[in-house]
């Protein structure tokens, strides 16, 4: 029903704060209020650590949702993260959601050594979310995650 075009940045990943004020201004008014959500965004695919599901059941032990956000629409989407207090993902395009969550949020991004960016740290900070990343161990496939470390990241964000 409505189109909004924000201003293009010449480097992928840049985003001005006016961008996303301009989107959460205008799309706002469709984003749950409530939070206290704790998801873990997971991947398909060549962009899944060799250990996923090691991940999966590490977080699923703290109490996150394991969700994956193929197949939902993009409400579904803004409202997943607008609700969420704790956010862990993957690196991937699914964490431009982050333009719909809430300051304070915590978001935790799990890298390969194959892809760093700081694309989704730069929005994270632009909207007051705390913002906690952790590089895969390198292996043959896209990386190996350390689950005591994760999970000493996520019971840290936790208690704040």
Same mark, same amino acid.
């Given at each position: 029903?409505? +189109? %909004? ?9 840049? /985003? ?14 469709? /984003? ?6 704790? %998801? ?9 650590f060799d ?7 590490? +977080? ?13 629409? $993009? ?12 956010? %862990? ?6 964490? @431009?959601? +982050? ?5 304070? @949020?915590?978001? $935790?991004? /799990? ?36 689950c005591g ?7 840290? +964000?936790?208690?704040?």
């Amino acid at each position: 029903e409505r +189109l %909004v075009f924000t201003a293009f940045e010449p480097d992928a990943g840049m /985003l001005c704060k006016e961008s996303v004020d301009l989107l959460k201004e205008t799309f706002g008014d469709m /984003l749950t209020k409530q939070g206290g959500k704790r %998801v873990f965004l997971t991947r398909k695919g060549r962009r899944r650590f060799d250990n996923q599901d090691a991940i999966e059941n590490t +977080l699923q032990t703290l109490g996150l949702d394991v969700v994956d956000t193929d197949g939902m629409s $993009v409400r579904e989407q803004m409202e997943l993260f607008g609700a969420s207090d704790l956010i %862990v993902s993957n690196h991937g395009a699914g964490l @431009t959601n +982050l333009v719909w969550g809430r300051p304070g @949020t915590a978001v $935790v991004e /799990l890298f390969s050594e194959k892809w760093p960016n700081d694309c989704y740290f730069r929005l994270a900070t632009l909207k007051g979310m705390r913002y906690r990343s952790m590089m895969a161990n390198p292996s043959d496939g896209w990386g190996v995650v350390d689950c005591g470390r994760l999970r000493t990241i996520i019971e840290e +964000l936790m208690e704040r």
